[in-house]
Structure formats: structure tokens, C-alpha cells
């Protein structure tokens, strides 16, 4: 099959087939896993034009509502903190866009761009890991309640129905919430300021950012993986919205160059995201919050090395 726009060829089971099994895995962690499938369409299917980052919020726009819905039916969304993502990442993809197409149109050196990035998230992770800090451990007690009561609902014993998350308070300088007994919050300006630098990182690199701001929530915020998996899907949804609509807009602008998405490639990769994303999101109550960290550690350390060595190649 032909994708006129992207300018390749290939057949056309395998992008949902990739979709469907990287989203699967990365939708755990609040992961669409668009930082992923552009290596795939950048190296694998050969897509290097600029346009490769619309698409991949294209793919972002397809895939990732069947992830959110599972993340509210359970109650794990933290809407106030899905707010702030959204306020902070919102503007700061229309500045992606722009350094995308201005200053980072080749693709050599935008893989060494990427690789920066995804370098410094993954060390960071891994320190995490590797070293736990001691403010972790009221994290670690919540995670471990949330995990006997899944182990509770797979061996069909009575379990609460009452939601994971609660928020308790919040307003313009710190939100509070309840996630199995434990309180956690977060600065409101921090998160902020913190998701407007990720949303240009994300909107040049053409995530939305979820693949960035999660990892951070984690780490720098000690926030439990299983409260902002829903919260960086949803942020990272709105903001693709907003980037591919940008893309469309600044298209005509730059005639001599592929900006606009490859529609028919953007919806394989969604289709198979969508089904992934569902699994995914599904399925995460179930496997241990430091497996999903080791996950996404290994994902953004792998990446960021490939990106690296095909820029010094």
C-alpha cells in the first residue's frame, strides 16, 4: 500500500499491528506511545519529513480516548491535575510546531534532539529506580493497596467500589488528593511551568507530551504511576487535537515542504492504538506499579540510544 503524503510503502496490517502492541505496553504508564512509533515510521518505514509529526498526533487524536474512557469508568482520573496539564502543554505545542518546521526540519538533526530528550527522562528514571528516595514509601504503601485489591477482585472476594482517587482540596496554588489512604499534591504553578517547557518539547518532537510528562509526575513529583496515567492520556489528547489542527493551519505557509499529516497512515496507527490503549489501560491495576516503571525506563533508555547512534552514524 502507498501512503502518498509520507511517500512510502508497505503493507497495510503492519502500522496497526505495531500500534497495537506499543500502545498496549506504553498506556500503562499514561503513555500513548507516539514517542515510539515516530522511530518506527522516522527508521523502519522511512517517514522523515516533517509531516511525520502531525501524524503522529493524528495517531494520538484516534487512539487515545478508548484509554481515558477505562481511566474514568475506574475513577482514576485527578481532573484537577488533567486541567493543569492541559493549560500548561496547550501553548507550548503551537511553539513546538514552529521550531519543528523553522529550525529543526532535518531529520539527522532532529533525531539528536529527540535522543537529548529522551535521555535525560530515562537516567532520570532510572536513578529512581536504581535509588529509591525515602519520600517514596507513602507512594509505595498506596500502590501496594491498590494492588491487593485487584489480587482481592482476581480471586472474586468482595472488594470496595468506592474510587481510587479523591481529591480533597485544590486551588490556584496546590491540589491535594487521596489515592488508598495516602495524600499526595502538587504545586499548581510548578506543574504549570513544568508541562509548558514539555508541551514545546513535546509539540516539536510531536507526542503532545504525555510521554514526557508522566515520567516527570513520577519522578519529580512523586506522584503514583496509577493516579497520572489518565491524567497525562487525557493532557496529551487536547494537545495533540491542537497540534495536528495547527500543522493543518500553517501548511500552506511552507508549499515546498510535507507539514500536514498523512491522514490514511494517522488512521492504521490509531485504529491499532485505539485497541492497544483499551488493553492497556484495562489491564494496568493489575501489574505491579515498579514493573511499569521499569517499562518506560528501559523504553525511553532504548530509544534515546538508537536516536544517538543513528545521528553519530
Not at 510521554?211 to 489518565?230: E, K, N
Not at 495547527?246 to 491499532?272: C, E, K, N, R, V
Not at 528501559?298 to 536516536?307: E, M, R
Request: glycine share 10%; net charge positive.
Amino acid at each position: 500500500m502507498y501512503f502518498a503524503t509520507a511517500g512510502i510503502e508497505c503493507a497495510p496490517f503492519i502500522p496497526p499491528l505495531v500500534a497495537a502492541c506499543v500502545s498496549f505496553v506504553t498506556s500503562m504508564g499514561g503513555i500513548s506511545g507516539a514517542f515510539l512509533l515516530l522511530p518506527f515510521q522516522m527508521s523502519f518505514l522511512g517517514y522523515a519529513h516533517p509531516s511525520v509529526s502531525a501524524t503522529n498526533q493524528f495517531y494520538n487524536v484516534v487512539a487515545i480516548p478508548s484509554g481515558v474512557y477505562r481511566f474514568i469508568k475506574e475513577g482514576r482520573m485527578v481532573w484537577p491535575l488533567t486541567g493543569v496539564v492541559i493549560a500548561g502543554t496547550l501553548p507550548g505545542v503551537f511553539f513546538g510546531a514552529l521550531i519543528r518546521v523553522n529550525w529543526l526540519p532535518d531529520a539527522k538533526d532532529f533525531k539528536l534532539f529527540a535522543a537529548l530528550v529522551l535521555l535525560y527522562i530515562g537516567g532520570r528514571m532510572l536513578r529512581d529506580q536504581l535509588r529509591p528516595a525515602p519520600s517514596n514509601r507513602g507512594r509505595t504503601d498506596a500502590e501496594q493497596r491498590f494492588q491487593e485489591r485487584m489480587r482481592a477482585f482476581m480471586g472474586n472476594r468482595a472488594v470496595s467500589t468506592e474510587p481510587a482517587v479523591r481529591v480533597v482540596d485544590w486551588n490556584t496554588r496546590r491540589v491535594r488528593y487521596l489515592f488508598y489512604g495516602e495524600e499526595f499534591s502538587f504545586p499548581v504553578r510548578g506543574v504549570f511551568l513544568l508541562t509548558f517547557l514539555v508541551g514545546i518539547v513535546g509539540g516539536t518532537y510531536g507526542i503532545g507530551g504525555g510521554a514526557i510528562i508522566s515520567p516527570f509526575f513520577v519522578s519529580f513529583f512523586r506522584l503514583p504511576v496509577y493516579t497520572v496515567a489518565g491524567a497525562s492520556l487525557m493532557g496529551t489528547f487536547i494537545t495533540s487535537v491542537a497540534g495536528v489542527a495547527f500543522y493543518m493551519s500553517i501548511a500552506p505557509l511552507y508549499p515546498h515542504m510535507s507539514i500536514a499529516p498523512d491522514w490514511t497512515l494517522g488512521l492504521l496507527l490509531g485504529f491499532g492504538g485505539m485497541c492497544g490503549m483499551y488493553l492497556g489501560a484495562r489491564c494496568q491495576k493489575f501489574v505491579p506499579a515498579r514493573c511499569i516503571k521499569w517499562i518506560l525506563t528501559v523504553i525511553l533508555l532504548g530509544t534515546a540510544a538508537q536516536y544517538a547512534v543513528q545521528f553519530f552514524r
